[in-house]
């Protein structure tokens, strides 16, 4: 079974960035994998779970923290309450997705131009 855990809240801590979780993340696994949803206008990093697969929204409102994310090269992390966990390999993936979708129609002129003003 899949689900989406959206992203309403982050903030910096200790030197890294936090996403604050709506629910547990108990039993998920970083697949070090982001995707886009050029519907929702929003990045997805992709977990696994024994029961399959678990995708962490994180919409526009959330991107001028990945930019100084990605300007520092901080940690991501996710949370929910006394729960945290290391999105691995945030940083490269988001890179080199970020250089994919510049310029790049595939993903829709509209999600483009967003990544371009916020990138």
């Known amino acids: 079974m899949n689900k989406r855990i959206s992203i309403d809240k982050a903030n910096f801590k200790d030197r890294k960035l936090l996403l604050q979780a709506s629910e547990s993340i108990n039993g998920l696994i970083p697949s070090e994998q982001i995707l886009v949803d050029s519907k929702q206008f929003s990045f997805v990093y992709l977990m696994d779970h024994p029961e399959g ?3 962490i929204d994180i919409p526009e409102p959330i991107w001028p923290l990945l930019k100084r994310t990605l300007a520092e090269k901080t940690q991501v992390w996710i949370q929910f309450e006394d729960e945290e966990l290391e999105l691995t390999n945030f940083y490269e993936e988001l890179v080199d997705l970020l250089n994919n979708i510049k310029g790049n129609s ?14």
Request: glycine share 6%; charged share 25%; no cysteine.
């Open 106 to 119: 595939n993903y829709g002129e509209e999600m483009v131009a967003k990544v371009e003003v916020n990138f």
């Open 53 to 55: 697969y678990t995708y």
